[in-house]
């Protein structure tokens, strides 16, 4: 083992049953669901104390221990993480909230918060033996794999959605991918994905099929932590499509904990979702367990637009063990509310983070979050990718 990481093994979500970590992982052999990655804590807690990520360069490598990349020398980087924790305090006035904060992911490589989970995803199939990936993606994903996959010097292709923004469909293929478009949802992209990566011999970084992207996204509630001088906020509201990023928040908090490094409850976990993408804010509301595929799934926000994210129970779980919610908020609402946090604050947010803005009022309104309480906005993407949802001078 490393000290670079102190990673363990890996373990099916289901079932808790154990696999080792030292080849290329997908979904686990037992009940074909997410495997997570587990690290030797006891060890960690013993020999390391969370002072040393004082001093260390301002990215998300910064947390190595705790990430699934063995050798540094194998870490492919373009500087992600390290994204500020804003201040919101105009915003807080506006919709009377003690403090609002907002974690502005938007200034990551390829500009937006893929960057972390496809560097960890990509880094770790790299060291164990991948040498050429394909990615299914509404946008921003697939833009971040080209760029990860150029930097490593592996091929990647990449199937993309017919009606994805421009600027991804453009990042792809000046970072040298091969560019495939989809007429479908994300769903169908993915079937097509996983299909030729078993038949040309690559490896699919579909969402939660393999185990290390929900390890870089959760460097986020790692940093946020750490920007809080270790300590954590009161609630989370998180746009949701995939849902990698609550998920791997959720065990970046548990994991600290378990180390000792923070104390208290993890933060509650509000899930965004669109009108027209629903399916865990009806799950959710349902009480069930899993979230059934939302029909004739549509969203200007990209992102969310995921009819049947595959990890559902896991967002689900997040949810409700933190005491948390799910909501769904109109793309006008979206849109709108990207005006105001550029107005009110100089964040040129896309609309999936612009929509946490929505979700807070509406939890203000009904109680579920106290004016009293800390609270962090996800912004997980900049706007300027989005710029055809905004007025121009003429209009």
Not at 337 to 357: F, K, V
């Amino acid at each position: 083992m490393s000290d670079f990481s102190y990673i363990d093994h890996l373990e099916c979500t289901i079932c808790g049953r154990e696999f080792p970590y030292d080849g290329l992982a997908t979904v686990s052999e037992c009940c074909g669901k997410v495997l997570f990655v587990r690290y030797d804590l006891p060890r960690l807690r013993r020999e390391v104390d969370r002072s040393i990520f004082d001093d260390r360069p301002s990215n998300m490598w910064r947390y190595n221990e705790l990430l699934p990349v063995t050798d540094a020398g194998n870490v492919i980087t373009l500087g992600e993480g390290g994204t500020p924790l804003l201040d919101a305090a105009t915003l807080a006035r506006e919709v009377g909230i003690r403090r609002l904060l907002v974690k502005e992911e938007g200034l990551n490589p390829t500009g937006t918060f893929k960057a972390r989970g496809i560097a960890a995803a990509v880094s770790k199939a790299v060291e164990v033996g991948a040498r050429g990936f394909t990615m299914p993606s509404a946008g921003n994903a697939a833009g971040a794999a080209a760029a990860y996959c150029a930097r490593a010097g592996t091929p990647v292709k990449v199937f993309m959605l017919q009606d994805a923004p421009d600027a991804n469909k453009k990042e792809s293929i000046v970072a040298g991918s091969e560019l495939n478009l989809v007429d479908g949802l994300i769903s169908d992209a993915g079937r097509i994905s996983v299909g030729i990566a078993a038949e040309q011999g690559l490896f699919d970084l579909s969402t939660l099929k393999e185990p290390c992207r929900a390890e870089g996204k959760k460097t986020m509630g790692l940093e946020i932590a750490h920007q809080l001088g270790w300590r954590m906020p009161d609630a989370i509201v998180y746009p949701t499509g995939g849902g990698t990023g609550i998920i791997g928040m959720y065990k970046g908090f548990q994991e600290l904990l378990e180390l000792g490094w923070i104390e208290g409850k993890p933060p509650r976990f509000y899930a965004v979702q669109a009108d027209g993408c629903q399916p865990i804010v009806k799950a959710f509301n349902d009480g069930t367990d899993t979230a059934e595929p939302w029909p004739n799934a549509a969203t200007k926000a990209d992102g969310l637009r995921v009819p049947g994210p595959f990890a559902d129970y896991l967002i689900l779980q997040a949810i409700r063990e933190t005491g948390g919610g799910a909501l769904a908020v109109s793309d006008d609402e979206m849109v709108d509310a990207m005006y105001r946090l550029a107005a009110a604050e100089g964040i040129i947010a896309c609309p999936e983070g612009a929509a946490t803005l929505v979700g807070l009022e509406r939890l203000l309104a009904d109680g579920s979050i106290g004016a009293d309480e800390e609270v962090v906005l996800l912004n997980t993407g900049s706007g300027y990718k989005y710029l055809d949802l905004l007025r121009g001078p003429e209009e």
